[in-house]
C-alpha cells in the first residue's frame, strides 16, 4: 500500500498520513504538489492520496477541490485533522540572535506573525513551497531557520529553538484520503460526510436556492458551500458542497439524483466517515425505514390497491 | 354499468352523466346526497358515481371533498364540466304574473338573483333540496315556479318560461366519475390531474410550507389548494389539493412519497384525465426520462463506477 | 349602535350578537342574507355587522369571504364564537310521533343526521332558508319541528322536545363583527389576527409559494388558507388568508407592502383580536423592537457612519 | 490622494491603480501585504486602499474578504479588474538557456505551470512573496529570470524574454479601492454590487436558507457566496456574499434589515459600480416606485382609509 502525499517529508500532510495508522507494510511517497499527489493516484503509482482539504484558519484548499473535481477517477475514503503547531527549527546551536533569514510556506509566515514581529522583528522572510522544504534548505546551510511542524526536526536532523510559535492556538487542517474509484466505497455509518461539486445551467435569480432546496427539503444539513470559478471567466462558477449523510443513504441519494436533474453537471467526490464524529442528524420523515415504507406505499397506490 | 348520480332526475349531474356517453346499456340512479351516491359505489350498489367536486361560483364542494377523504375504497376516475345555465320552469299556461311561488336549490337563488329581483320581485322563495325536487314539486302543483337546467323541463313535462336567467354568464361545474379502488386505475395521458389530502402533523410556522415544497421542488404546479377543517376543532385541518399529472409520473410519485413522509397522513384520491386538456407542464429537469437517467447514474455510483 | 345580523330572530348569528354584550341601548337587526347584512354597513343602515365567517364542520363561509373580498368599504374588527347545539323545536304538546315533516337550515340536517335517522327515520326533511325560518314555519303551523338553537324557542313560543341532537359535541362557528373602514381599527393587542385576499398576477408553478413566503421569511404563522374561484372560469383564483399578529405590527406591515408588490390585488379584510386568546407566536428577529433596530442600523449604514 | 495598494512596484496591483486613472497629482504607495494596505487607509497614511479582491482562477483573495470583515472603518468604493498576463523577465543579454532559477508568486507558477514545463524543464522555482518582488531580485542579479506582468520590466529595468507565458489566456482578476466609512459613499447606478459579511446565530439546518430566502423573496441575485471560517474551530463559518444593487435601492435595503434580524452580526462592505457594466436585474414588484407605492397603500391602511 503506497500513500502519495502532499510533501516533501516533514509537512503537516506527511504527520497526517501517520495520524491515519496505515498497515506496517504501508509507504509514504511526497510529492511536490496536491495535483502531484492525486495524479500518482489517477496513475496507479499509488493507491492512496493525502491531501489537505480545509485549514480552519485559510478555508477550503482550492488546489485539492479543484482537481477534484476538475480530474476523473477518484473518491475520498476517508478523512482525518491534526492541530497545526508550528515550531521554529534551525541547526544545532544556533541562537535566536544568529537568526538572519527564516523560511516556510506563506501560511507560515500568515499563522506566526506576532511571534515573528516580537522575536525576530528584523530577519528576512523567505517563503519556501512547503514548510518540509523549509527545513531542508536549513539542514543545506542555505537558511538560519524554518518554521515547521516539530515532527520535522527529526526528519532533517534539525533543533527546536522554539516551540508552539503560532499565533492561534486552536488552529486545525483537515486532511482528505482519496482512492480510485473503481474501489468499493466506504460503508454508511452514522457520522458521515458528502462531497459534490455541482456546476449551474445558468445563474438566474433563485438557481443556487434550488439547489440548496434539494438538500433541506429532505433535511439534509450543508458544513460548507463554496462557489469556486470554472476558470473560464469572472463570474462563472461552480458550488463545492459538503453535506452530512451518505450517498447509501436514501434521502441523500434521492437529493444527489435532485442536483443531477436541475444542475448543467453533477460530480459525486465521495461519501466517508467525519473525523469528528458529529453524527447525522435524520430529520423525523428522512430515515431510510421512512423512505422504504413511502415507497412501499406508492407501489401500493399506483397497483391500484392503496 | 350503474352510474349512481347526486338525483333526483332533472339534477345538472344527471345532465354530466349524459356528458359522459356512458354505454348504451348503462343505467343512471340517483341518490339523494353526495354521500349516498358515494356509498352506492362502496357497497357494490353501482359500479361508478357521478358528483359535483367545483363550481367557478362557489368552489369546491366540501361534501364531495370530505366524503372522498373521511371514507376509503373510493379514485377519481375521470372528469367532466358543464356550464351551469338556468332557466324558468313551470306548468304550461303559466304566466310570469302567476308565479307567487318559487323554488331551486339555495345556489340556484344564489346565482339568479338579479333575475329574480327584477322580474319576480315579489315572489316567495321556497328552498329545495335540489333543482330537480323543485321541478318535482311544481309537477304536483306545489310550487308555481322551479329553477332548474332546461334538460328537467322533459323529465317532468314542464315548460321553460325564461331561458339563461343566471347572473353570471360563464359558471362552470366540473363533476367527478369515482371507481372502486380496486379497480385499475386510468393511463397517464400527457393532460392529467391529481387529487390528494394530506395532514400536517402540527401547524408549526412553516408546516404548509414543507409541503408546497415537495411540489415545487419538483416543479409540479397545483391548480387548487384548501384547507378544510378535519371536524375535531376550529383551526384543526387538512389540505385538499389538486396537482398537475399522474402518479405514474415520476415526479408525482417521488412528491407523494414525500408527502407521506412529512405528513400525519394522506390520502391519495386518484389520477386522471383533465376536462379541460390542458397539457401538464414539465418544467425541464422533471421528466420521466430525466428521472430515470438521473436513477441510473446514482446506481453507478453507489456501485463505485460513477 | 344597530347591528345588523343575519336572521331572522332565532339563529345563531343573533345568538352571537348578544355574546358580544352589546350596550345597552344597541339594536340587533336581522337581515336576509349574509350579502344584505353587510350591505346594511355599507349604506349605513347600521354601524356595525354580524356574520358567520368558518364553521369547524363546513369550513370557511363562502358568501362572507367572497362577499368582504369583492366588496369595499368594510372591516373586521372582532370575532366571537359559539358551540353549535342543535335542539328539536315544536309547538307545546306535540310528541316524537306527531313529527311528520320537520324543517331547518340544511347544515343542520347535515349535523343531525344520525339523531333523525334514529328518531324520525320516516319524517320528510323540508330545507329552510335558516334554522330561525324553521321555527317561525312551526309557529306558524306550516311545520311539525325546526333544527334550531334552543335560544329560539323563546323567541317563536315553541317547546324544546329534544335537546343536542346533532351528531358533533364540538362543533363550534366563528363569526366576525366588521364596520365602515373609516372607522379607527381596534388596536394591536398580542392575540390578533389579521385577514386578506390575494389575488395572482398568474398561476406559474410557485406563484403561491411566492405569497406564502412573504409570511413565512418574517416569521408568520397562517391559520387558514383558501383558494376561492374569482367567479370568472374554473381554475382562475384569489387566495384567502388569516394570519397571526396586526396590521400595525412591523412583521405584518412588511408582508403586507411584499403582498402588494408581487400580486395584481390584495384586500385588506382587516386586523382584530383573535376570540381564542392564542397569543401570537413571535419567532426571534421580528418583533417590532428588532424591527427598528435594523431600520436604525439600515439609516445609519446609508448615512456613512455603519 | 494617496492610494495604499499591495506591492511591492511591478504588481498587478499596481497596475490596477494606474488603470483607475487617478488624478495627476495622486501617489500609489506600496504596502507588503494586504493588510497592511487596508491598514494605512484606517490609519489615514492613505486615503484609498487598492488591494485584490477576487481571481478567476483562485476565487475569492481571502486576505482581502478576512481582514474587510474582521476590521472595521472601511467601505469598498469601486472595484475594477485586468486580464493577468505573464511574462518571463531577465537581464537585458539573458537566453532561455541561462535561465536557471526563476522566481514569482507561488500563483504565477500555477498560472504558467505548462509553459515552464515545455521551456525550461530544468529550471528551479523559487517561490517569492510578489512578482514584483522577483523582478527586483532579478535586477539584483539573485535570480535568473521573474514571472511578472510585463509592466514590471520597465520598473526594474528588465527585458522581456518571452510574453504571454501563462496556460490561461482568460485569466483575469478583479481589485477593489477602498475608502474610510465616514466618506460619503457612492451614489446609486444601475450597474451596483453590494458586498455583506453574515454571521449565523447557529448552524441549524435551512440557517443559510433562512439567509438566502432574505434575498431572494425580494427578487435580488447574488454573484458570489462563501462560507469562511471564523477562525476559532474547523466547521465555524460565516458568510461573504455579493448581491447586485445598491443599499440605496429600496429593496437591497431592506433585504439588509432582513439579514441583521436573523443573523448574529453583519458586516455591510460597502455598495459600488461594477466594473463588468451588467445591468442590475430588477424582478417585477422590487423597483424603487413599487416599494414605495406600497409603502404607501400600507400608511393608508392603517389610517383606516384603505
Redesign the interface.
Known amino acids: 500500500m503506497r500513500y502519495a502525499y502532499l510533501g516533501p517529508e516533514g509537512t503537516f500532510t506527511e504527520a497526517a498520513v501517520a495520524s491515519l495508522k496505515p498497515p506496517a507494510d504501508a509507504v509514504a511517497v511526497p510529492f511536490p504538489s496536491v495535483g502531484a499527489a492525486l495524479s500518482a493516484v489517477r496513475t496507479g503509482q499509488a493507491e492512496r492520496g493525502v491531501v489537505p482539504m ?6 477550503i484548499v ?2 485539492t477541490v479543484d482537481d477534484l473535481t476538475a480530474g476523473s477517477g477518484l ?1 475520498i475514503h476517508a478523512e482525518t ?1 491534526l492541530p497545526i503547531a508550528f515550531a521554529l527549527l534551525t541547526a544545532a546551536g544556533t541562537a535566536l540572535g544568529d537568526v538572519k533569514a527564516v523560511g516556510g510556506h ?1 501560511q507560515a509566515q500568515a499563522q506566526c506573525r506576532r511571534w515573528l514581529s516580537a522575536h525576530l522583528p528584523h530577519a528576512e ?1 523567505v ?3 512547503s514548510n518540509g522544504e523549509a527545513a531542508r534548505q536549513v539542514a543545506a546551510g542555505r537558511l538560519d531557520a524554518a518554521l515547521a511542524g516539530e515532527f520535522a526536526a527529526g526528519k532533517y536532523g534539525l533543533s527546536v529553538l522554539a516551540g508552539d510559535v503560532h499565533d ?1 492556538g ?3 487542517t ?1 486532511f482528505v484520503v482519496v482512492a480510485p ?5 466506504p460503508a454508511p455509518t452514522s457520522t458521515d460526510r458528502t462531497s459534490v461539486a455541482a456546476f449551474l445551467t445558468d ?4 438557481a ?3 439547489i ?3 438538500f ?2 429532505r ?11 470554472t ?7 461552480f458550488f463545492f458542497i459538503d453535506c452530512e449523510g451518505h ?2 443513504d436514501a434521502r441523500v ?2 437529493a ?3 442536483l ?3 444542475c448543467a453537471e453533477v460530480r ?1 467526490l465521495g461519501s466517508y466517515p467525519r473525523c ?1 464524529g458529529r453524527r447525522t ?1 435524520v ?1 423525523p ?2 430515515s431510510d425505514a ?2 422504504a ?3 412501499a ?2 407501489a401500493r ?2 397497483d ?3
Chains 1, 2, 3, 4 share one sequence.
Not at 54 to 59: A, I, L, P
Not at 203 to 206: L, Q
Not at 231 to 237: I, W
Open positions: 480545509e485549514s480552519s484558519v485559510e478555508g482550492t488546489a473518491r485533522r506563506p522572510w517563503p519556501q513551497a492561534n486552536n488552529a486545525v483537515r474509484e473503481s474501489e468499493a466505497a445563474d438566474h435569480a433563485g443556487l436556492m434550488e440548496l432546496t434539494e433541506a427539503v433535511g439534509i444539513n450543508l458544513s460548507t458551500i463554496q462557489s469556486r470559478p476558470g473560464d471567466a469572472l463570474g462563472s462558477y450517498i447509501h441519494g434521492e444527489m439524483m435532485g443531477r436533474r436541475v459525486f469528528d442528524h430529520r420523515g428522512t421512512e423512505f415504507a413511502a415507497a406505499w406508492l397506490l399506483r391500484g390497491h392503496g
